[in-house]
């Protein structure tokens, strides 16, 4: 089957920390890979997103490397910002055209 | 902004009821999506239109229902509700590569607060 794994949080660091939430996938075939993005009390929001294996997506100072032999997709960020605060989820997309998401992972950064 | 709307924004509503929940896709956007967001289950797929009709279907429960009109904004049907259906649903909208094909790139809605006392 078809499923997303990622760290439970929430996770807590100091500004200019660096980030790693990590993102594992069980799926047939070759899926797409996404991290999306959840402010407060807004919906979300598409961060990264890599389509093939060895694929890097990057965006805002994170990224996300699809390591197809390991079945992961790892969000890292050099030195997160208090604006980074906010839920992270790890989706993806199989060739059934559906998508899975992770449990999300809550993100706190503090001054 | 996304550019996807949904309305209400918030809903309060007794059980055994029955509620529409409404979403507009970003202009030109052919596919919407519906997802239920709740504490314990995390974010859960229910269903996919594709310029009109079922395209997938995820962990809907029977007694809700979806459909996407011809002007292309869905409507997300939930009956005989239950305390558990307290959540957060939200709508996404995506425009395929390929008509018909693997879609990509999904844009999220605001979200409804969904609320069963």
């Not at chain 2, 809907?60 to 996407?68: G, K, M, N």
């Not at chain 2, 649903?89 to 094909?101: E, H, K, L, T």
């Amino acid at each position: 089957g078809n499923s997303v794994t990622q760290m439970e949080g929430p996770v807590t660091l100091s500004e200019e920390a660096f980030l790693t939430i990590n993102c594992t996938y069980t799926a047939t075939g070759y899926p797409s890979l996404f991290w999306y993005v959840q402010y407060p009390g807004e919906g979300l929001q598409l961060l990264l997103k890599a389509t093939k294996a060895d694929d890097k997506g990057s965006n805002k100072g994170f990224e996300a490397t699809y390591r197809k032999e390991t079945t992961s997709f790892h969000l890292e960020k050099g030195s997160v910002q208090v604006s980074d605060s906010a839920v992270y989820f790890c989706a993806l997309l199989n060739t059934g055209n559906q998508f899975y998401f992770g449990t999300g992972t809550s993100l706190t950064v503090i001054p | 902004d996304s550019g996807v709307t949904q309305t209400p924004k918030h809903l309060i509503t007794a059980t055994g009821q029955r509620v529409t929940l409404r979403c507009s896709p970003r202009s030109g956007d052919l596919s919407v999506y519906w997802y239920q967001q709740s504490l314990d289950q995390g974010l859960q797929f229910l269903i996919q239109y594709y310029n009109g009709e079922e395209r997938a279907k995820g962990n809907i429960l029977e007694r809700f229902s979806a459909q996407q009109f011809p002007d292309l904004h869905s409507e997300l049907n939930l009956s005989s509700l239950e305390l558990g259906d307290s959540a957060l649903y939200f709508c996404a909208s995506s425009y395929p590569r390929v008509a018909g094909g693997i879609t990509d790139t999904q844009y999220f809605g605001p979200g409804t607060r969904l609320t069963v006392l």
